[in-house]
């Protein structure tokens, strides 16, 4: 009954106007992501809850749920330095959403809306970088899709699923990164601090995305400097990676 529901709903949007059917679910079960994205429920704020849900996101592509996101700093709670990091840690995600207007925030104590741009300078040029980002690659992200659309596989995933053959991408290290697809390898800041230890990198050659410096793999990086506006991500080598020169600005 809850699979027929859902297609149900897909339907009745897909039957009655010209657009494409999209249903938000809160929970899920086998075959749901044919027709809807799973949210992670409501999801409260701390850097535990940053740092939780990474391995949430890529387990859910574990258990065939090729479409997972989650609220973007939470929903009943704010503060500027954990949204910026939750937006970075969830840019590669499938669907990215916000819900607003039932936050308090942790500092003023104040009702806040979650839009990304509530709380200034230089939070607002830091989340716009990130939504530009993704926009930029909406391309790639799309490519994953058909991907998932045709094998099931999800784009967000952890490292084991990409390199089965290597025990460390089972450790405590590779816990809280991911893989989107299997050409870039994202590893969030999770705490509050400018500095992100343990990055583990499996075998090849690995770019940082922002710097241009190169990795060999397997290695672990330590002391890699994260500061607020800098979500460390790396691109594997040989990678074909395609990107609009602009993000949408619709």
Known sequence: MALDAC???KSGIEENSDARGFVWLPVSWA???????LWSGDQSLSWDFVRWQIPTYAGATMS?????TGDVGSIYRHDAKMYARDLQAKSFLPALMTMDGWATDLTTKQKINQQPWVDGEPYTSINRKYLQLRERLLPYLYTLSAEAAKTGVGSVRPLWLEYPNDPETLGANAKYEYLAGSDFLVAPVYEDSDTRNGIYLPKGTWTD?????????????????????????FVKGGSIVPMWPKGTTS
């Open 209 to 233: 995305y922002w710097t241009g410096r190169t990795y060999q793999g397997p290695t672990t990086v330590n002391g890699y400097h994260a500061p607020l506006d800098t979500l460390p991500l």
């Open 7 to 9: 297609d149900k709903a």
């Open 31 to 37: 075959g749901a992501q044919r027709c809807g994205v």
């Open 64 to 68: 065939g749920i090729a479409y997972n």
